[in-house]
Every structure is written in C-alpha cells, then in structure tokens.
C-alpha cells in the first residue's frame, strides 16, 4: 500500500515563505523519482518540481529560483521549500511519483492560498 500525506500548507501574505511535507508509506521511496504538483481552480494539475533518488532537482519556469524540493531517505519525506510567494502560486499542493501517478492514490493535498 502506497500512500501521501501532504501538510504545511496554509494562507500566506504575498512575499512570504511556507515549507510543504509529504509523507511516502510504502517501499517506492527509495527508488522512485518523487514529485510537487500543484492545481488551482479551473486548470490541470501540474508538475513544479521533481527530485531523482539521487537528489537532482528539476522546476517548471514559474517557481525557478523561488521554491526548493529536498528529500529526506531515513524519513521517506519530500519536502518543498517555497518562498516569494506570490497569488498566482495558490492552489491544492499534492506529492507523488510521476512515474506511477496513474497506479496509486493521490492524496488530499495541502491547501495555499497567498493573498494579502
């Protein structure tokens, strides 16, 4: 069984920072390439960061140099650092591995809402 569970999300000022966690249960973590995706109202979900089980990290050109996904092996943890955040930056936050996104679950999400 194979399982995400997001937190950390919230409402934030414009400029201000939020740390997002998923917890992974279940043996893929170690293998898999594992993944942030974001969904606001009205539009697709998409893919804003990626990291490989060996650590390299890869962003969509919206949150360059602003948001930072790590990954914590002995915790089976994702973690996305996000700072600078702006409104357009608001949506439902969900963790997964892209490889296997049409095989597991998603999970709930993590709700942010940037808005002064």
């Known amino acids: 069984q194979v399982q995400f569970v997001e937190s950390g999300g919230g409402l934030v000022q414009p400029g201000g920072s939020l740390r997002l966690s998923c917890a992974v249960s279940?043996?893929?973590?170690?293998?898999?390439?594992m993944g942030w995706y974001r969904q606001a109202p009205g539009k697709q979900r998409e893919l804003v960061a990626s990291?490989?089980?060996?650590?390299?990290?890869n962003y969509v050109n919206s949150v360059k140099g602003r948001f930072t996904i790590s990954r914590d092996s002995a915790k089976k943890s994702v973690y996305l650092q996000m700072n600078s955040l702006k409104p357009e930056d608001t949506a439902v936050y969900y963790c997964?591995?892209?490889?296997?996104?049409?095989?597991?679950?998603w999970g709930q999400g993590t709700q942010v809402t940037v808005s002064s």
């Open positions: 997964h591995a892209p490889i296997l996104s049409e095989t597991y679950a």
């Open positions: 990291i490989t089980s060996d650590g390299t990290t």
């Open positions: 279940g043996s893929i973590f170690s293998v898999y390439s």
